[in-house]
Every structure is written in C-alpha cells, then in structure tokens.
T-cell receptor, first 113, second 116 residues
Framework: KNQVEQSPQSLIILEGKNCTLQ??????????LRWYKQDTGRGPVSLTI?????NTKSNGRYTATLDADTKQSSLHITASQLSDSASYIC????????????FGTGTRLKVLA | EPEVTQTPSHQVTQMGQEVILRCVPI?????FYWYRQILGQKVEFLVS????????KSEIFDDQFSVERPDGSNFTLKIRSTKLEDSAMYFC??????????????FGQGTRLTVV
C-alpha cells in the first residue's frame, strides 16, 4: 500500500535555530516528492519538488534531500523564523498513470521567540 | 498572481442535507482535484477530473459524492446526503498539465464543512 510517514509528529524550536524533518515513503513506482507548508486553516503551498535523480534541492532557507534507495527525504529549515510555524507535509506522486498526490501525516512545527 | 478560489470558506449543514462546494480553478488549468482533511488528520485524495470526466477516485469518493464542471470556470463537489463524518476541510486543486516538474498543483484555501 502506498504510504508516506513523517517524523516527528510535532516539534518546538526557538527562533533562529535549525531543524530537520523526516519523511519515509513506500510509494511505487516513484515519480516525485514535494514538501508543502500548510498554515492552519489554509491550503498547502509547495516548497520544493524532487525527482528520482535529485539528491538535494534548496528554496531559500529550506533544503530538501532525497535518498531514492532508502525511500527517505528530509526537509532542513535554517535560521527559523516565527512565520515558519506551520505544518510541513511530505507529498509523493506515483508514476503509473495516477493523477493523485499521496500526503504524509505532516510535522507540526512551532517556532518560539 | 492567479489562484484557486473556493466558496464558501465555511459551511454548516444538517445531517442528511445536500451541500455543494464550489471552486474556481486557475483559468488555463486542465486537471482538477478535490482533497479533504479531517481535523487533525492528513490530507486525503478524493477525486481527479480531466476533460469533463473523472480520471481517478478514491475509496472515500462513494455514491454520495459527485463532481461537475458546469461551465468553463467552476468545479463543484456535491455531497448528496451529508453524514457527521463528512465534517472536514475540503481542498480544491488545479494543475495546468500532466504531473511533471513544470506542472505544479495549486491548492485553494479550503472550505470547512461542519455537519451537525
């Protein structure tokens, strides 16, 4: 069964600190992996997109990594800001003609002043 | 910047009633989706729609659900007889083309449906 699991479930850090969020997936055949940011009560917004051949992708203070062999991804946030407080969701697409995204369970990040 | 818009932002309905959730996708997009998120749970795929027909649907999307693109701009999700467990945030998304790096799906802000 196609699944996407994330850890930790929630995380609290101080402003200015770095953090790393983890994603493990069993989606097959794999097409691409996205990290989304979802503010409370809002729709998800894409941060990064990675394909099978990409190991690292950066978007400002966000850096995503992908290990297609172990089916793991991480999202590293550098120098966190209060506005980073949100849920971060790992989303995987399969390549077998499906149109859907498979969403992970999300990590709820809280950045404190 | 173009965006996916959903209305209403919040709808309260009595169990057994029909509801229609409305979405206006980005104008040049061809693929449309509905997802839902029950409070505290992950986002779940409901249905995808292309070329005026359903492309794929999940096991959640049973006979009480239907989708329609009644005109050139709106994309609707109808729930015929709502149940308490239908209470969730419903997200509409649209994409210009097939799933590759150049065709990102854009999500609307969601409609919070509360069934009482």
């Amino acid at each position: 069964k196609n699944q996407v699991e994330q850890s930790p479930q929630s995380l609290i850090i101080l402003e200015g600190k770095n953090c790393t969020l983890q994603c493990n997936y069993t989606v097959s055949p794999f097409s691409n992996l996205r990290w989304y940011k979802q503010d409370t009560g809002r729709g998800p917004v894409s941060l990064t997109i990675m394909t099978f051949s990409e190991n690292t992708k950066s978007n400002g203070r966000y850096t995503a990594t992908l290990d297609a062999d172990t089916k793991q991804s991480s999202l590293h946030i550098t120098a966190s800001q209060l506005s980073d407080s949100a849920s971060y969701i790992c989303v995987v697409s399969a390549s077998s003609g499906t149109y859907k995204y498979i969403f992970g369970t999300g990590t709820r990040l809280k950045v404190l002043a | 910047e173009p965006e996916v818009t959903q209305t209403p932002s919040h709808q309260v309905t009595q169990m057994g009633q029909e509801v229609i959730l409305r979405c206006v996708p980005i104008s040049n997009h061809l693929y449309f989706y509905w997802y839902r998120q029950i409070l505290g749970q992950k986002v779940e795929f409901l249905v995808s729609f292309y070329n005026n027909e359903i492309s794929e649907k999940s096991e959640i999307f049973d006979d009480q659900f239907s989708v329609e693109r009644p005109d050139g701009s709106n994309f609707t999700l109808k729930i015929r007889s709502t149940k308490l467990e239908d209470s969730a945030m419903y997200f509409c998304a649209s994409r210009v083309g097939w799933d590759n790096l150049n065709t990102e799906a854009f999500f609307g802000q969601g409609t919070r449906l509360t069934v009482v």
